[in-house]
């Protein structure tokens, strides 16, 4: 007997998403986490679109020097900004895995050129520290650091994590 299966869906999507819901229900929160130079940075994974990769962006004259162009993305021209200069990190030459994180948040659509990205990571609630619980003179894009656990024979780390809108008004 074959199970009924939800049109449009396939099982590795079904599975994904009872994932989430679960990770929803136990106070886990997914980052895309990612690599600027030497710093491990984060951003909801719910806000990532797209990863793509290194594509020709067409420069926009007179544009903040944080823009570093325009990119045609599905017909749909997307401004791609260079996370280095948002954060105001030194500059540094185009990474070889770098990629542009498109972000989402509502209608709209921002590329973030980053070094490389390197994967997936649940946080509990008590892995998480909140910007207002650090102090100091954390950027406005900061929402606090991840602290996950060594679990699966990882490295601690710490993970800085980014507020995608706060990105997206920049």
Known sequence: MTRPRTPGLS???LARRSESALAR????REYLVFRIGDDVMGLPLASVKEILKL???????RASSEVVGILSVRGRMTTIL???RVLQLPDAPVARGARILLVEHGDEVLGLRVD?????VRLLEKEIEPAVAIGGGLSEHVTGLGRPSNREGREESVIVLLDPVALLRS
Do not use: F
């Open 11 to 13: 099982p590795a999507t």
């Open 25 to 28: 229900s136990e106070g886990v």
């Open 55 to 61: 594509a020709p962006i067409t420069e926009v004259p």
């Open 82 to 84: 260079d996370l280095r």
């Open 116 to 120: 490389s990205v390197t994967e997936v």
